[in-house]
């Protein structure tokens, strides 16, 4: 099981949900993660993520920021998207009804339904990092709970 995710810097909200869901479950997983856009091509998590993740035990330092491309579409199972402009975007870039068919909401899976998008902490201050650490520690549960721990 491979699984992607992904939001538009890819140095605050996705690899964090990399970083968590990496954190629960074994090696036959395999997570990654993206962004819509190439902005911070190969630099490292916002400090204020890893800080946040660190507080809870989880070290981000290692991810660098690498911009979503079609290829993921054949590499990975799953493709989450933190909002819906995220969704959108690698929607847009779907070319069969099989690419679709693996883009998520990740706050679906604890809000079915209800489409709701991880806020976009970059601009904002540090509860806002804590209020993300939150909504995709719950989500990222779910998502165990679902595909099993590898
Ligand atoms: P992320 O947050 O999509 O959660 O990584 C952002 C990071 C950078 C920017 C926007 C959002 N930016 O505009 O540079």
């Known amino acids: 099981m491979k699984i992607l995710m992904v939001c538009l810097g890819n140095i605050c909200r996705s690899p964090l949900a990399e970083g968590l869901l990496k954190s629960k479950v074994d090696k036959n997983v395999e997570v990654d993660s993206?962004?819509?856009?190439?902005f911070h091509?190969?630099?490292?998590?916002?400090?204020?993520?890893?800080?946040?993740a660190k507080k809870h035990g989880i070290d981000l330092r290692q991810i660098r920021s690498r911009p979503f491309?079609?290829?993921?579409f054949a590499r990975f199972d799953?493709?989450?998207?933190?909002?819906?402009?995220?969704?959108?975007?690698?929607?847009?870039?779907?070319?069969?009804?099989?690419d679709k068919e693996k883009v998520f909401?990740?706050?679906?899976?604890?809000y079915p339904e209800e489409n709701m998008g991880v806020p976009d902490p970059y601009f904002g201050g540090d509860r806002g990092f804590e209020e993300v650490f939150d909504f995709l520690d719950k989500a990222t549960d779910e998502i165990v709970k679902k595909i099993g721990h590898g």
Do not use: H
């Open 34 to 38: 993206a962004g819509t856009s190439g």
């Open 41 to 52: 091509f190969q630099e490292p998590p916002d400090s204020r993520m890893i800080r946040t």
């Open 69 to 72: 491309v079609y290829e993921d």
């Open 78 to 98: 799953r493709i989450y998207a933190m909002d819906n402009d995220n969704y959108n975007n690698i929607l847009s870039m779907a070319k069969t009804e099989s």
């Open 105 to 110: 909401l990740i706050l679906n899976e604890i």
